[in-house]
């Protein structure tokens, strides 16, 4: 092929501009040229990054494969590429994967495809997956799955949740599951069949796909803020294919799982492999219905167990009392015995005080009475002295109560003349401003009389000298006063 253009003139020769090429030309080149350099298909490893499958079961699958790769100079190298698995050989490919493996293609997964290079002028470079090898892919997520184990092993993380005491009657439950999943409905039926009372908190997570690690993680995390409030953690879901239960191989799950300060219990519906979760919890069951057989049965262990042990305690009970109820009649015999003895001591001992008692009795009363007629000499001669100096203290004090009388007589005799004498002045007094007042009040009635107007029907006024003649009517006015007066024949009085 010649060279596109010529990088140096050679010598002797003038320089020379390179024709221009198209685009599509130049294309067309770099196809023949890959076409030519990888006539073959080839093997090739890598991760599916991006994966768009057929649409309505019909159609192609289109892939990003990824692979890390290490330069000459050391640095990491991310290589990139299309694919694409044509419709006719997806029918194929796909269900074969999925039954060799157990599960679909999808991002994450390492695969080994049979790959043809191809380019296109207008879609560029581009693989055409002829052929998938699935022991790969198996052999690749059993290569994960035993480094997870490793490092949980290397970590301690496979034996701490079994190192923990799970509760003698587990009933407190914190319950990881999908609220509409059948295994969670079969769990609360078999725990309401069982006659044991059980606390259900159902904490709702994502139980497969790609974001279950995190919806669990996310559960446990809620958990763990109220383990004071549960007894055990129980992860459960229904049964369902390799692909379902892949979320269960996740290390960063199994390591919550392991380092969670409470027993976790699974039951996440498998029935041959073990999950990496199930390695790392306390107790890996196979299904949700056995955890609550499990749980179940593990009180009526406890209920059997108690209920001998309360047998074994009445026993117990039953063989003491009777041994003791025999000592306490064999100690009753003794004593009985014993109260005799010590009782007609007793009464001995009591005869013999109550005669010392009656001795030493007699003996204070006649004490006591020589004392007592000494006693009463004594006050006898006592009462006298004290009788005489009450006489000579009494005569005293009447004398001198005399003397003080006198003298108060005659005080209260000068008081007594002194106090008649200013009454009688006072009396005086009073009579002379009385007739005055009296002779003063007649002077001011004369007045008023004097002062006093008659006056005829005409309401004039008129002389009474002479009298007036019988049956005149006269108007008398005195103060603001009127009244009327008629006067009479004989009598010469009015009214």
């Known amino acids: 092929m010649a060279p596109l253009y010529n990088r140096r003139s050679e010598a002797g020769l003038p320089s020379q501009r390179p024709a221009p090429m198209g685009l599509a030309e130049l294309l067309r080149r770099v196809r023949d040229s890959l076409t030519m350099s ?39 190298l991310k290589a990139q590429a299309r694919a694409t698995i044509w419709a006719a050989r997806y029918e194929q490919l796909g269900p ?106 159902l904490f709702p997570a994502t139980m497969q796909g790609t974001d279950s690690p995190a919806s ?30 892949l979320a269960f191989d996740d290390y960063g799950l199994a390591a919550a799982i392991g380092s969670f300060p409470l027993p976790v219990l699974t039951g996440i519906g498998h029935e041959r492999d073990e999950a990496v979760v199930d390695l790392a919890a306390h107790l890996a069951l196979k299904t949700p219905t056995a955890v609550a057989v499990f749980l179940t049965e593990r009180l009526a262990r406890l209920d059997a167990v108690l209920d001998g042990y309360g047998g074994r305690i009445r026993e117990l009970a039953l063989a003491q009392r009777q041994g003791h109820e025999s000592r306490l009649l064999t100690l009753a015999h003794l004593l009985r015995h014993a109260a005799k003895g010590t009782s007609r001591q007793q009464q001995a001992q009591l005869d013999m005080l109550q005669r010392l008692v009656s001795q030493a009795a007699h003996q204070q009363v006649q004490q006591a009475h020589a004392d007592l007629s000494t006693h009463i000499r004594a006050l006898r001669r006592a009462a006298h002295q004290a009788a005489r100096r009450q006489q000579q203290q009494l005569r005293q004090l009447g004398r001198e109560l005399a003397r003080r009388f006198r003298h108060v007589h005659l005080r209260r005799r000068e008081q007594l003349l002194r106090r008649r004498y200013q009454l009688q002045l006072s009396t005086q007094r009073h009579v002379l401003q009385l007739g005055y007042h009296l002779a003063l ?30 049956g005149t009517i006269l108007h008398l006015h005195q103060a603001g006063v009127q009244v009327a007066v008629r006067v009479l024949p004989d009598s010469g009085a009015s009214t």
């Open 96 to 201: 074969q994967f999925e039954q060799q493996t157990g599960q679909t293609l999808r991002p994450g997964l390492r695969v080994l495809v049979r790959v043809s290079v191809k380019f296109h002028e207008q879609y560029g470079l581009s693989l055409d997956v002829l052929a998938i090898d699935p022991t790969y892919t198996v052999g690749d997520l059993a290569r994960q799955r035993q480094e997870a184990i490793a490092k949980l092993e290397a970590q301690g993380l496979l034996q701490r949740q079994k190192e923990l005491p799970l509760a003698l009657a587990p009933q407190r439950l914190a319950v990881i599951s999908s609220p509409t999943a059948a295994g969670w409905q079969d769990f609360l039926e078999q725990l309401g069949e069982s006659p044991y009372d059980f606390s259900v908190s």
């Open 38 to 76: 990888f006539p073959d298909a080839y093997w090739v490893a890598g991760e599916i990054a991006e994966l768009t499958l057929p649409r309505f079961g019909s159609g192609h699958c289109y892939l990003t494969l990824t692979d890390q790769s290490q330069t000459t100079r050391g640095a990491q």
């Open 441 to 470: 009040a007649e002077q001011r009635q004369y007045q008023a009389t004097a002062m006093l107007r008659v006056h005829s029907p005409a309401v004039a006024p008129i002389s009474l000298h002479p009298v007036p003649s019988a």
């Open 216 to 245: 669990i993680l996310g559960a446990l995390t809620q958990i763990r803020r109220r383990r004071a409030q549960f007894d055990a953690v129980l992860l459960i879901r229904g049964g369902g294919s390799k692909t379902d239960l």
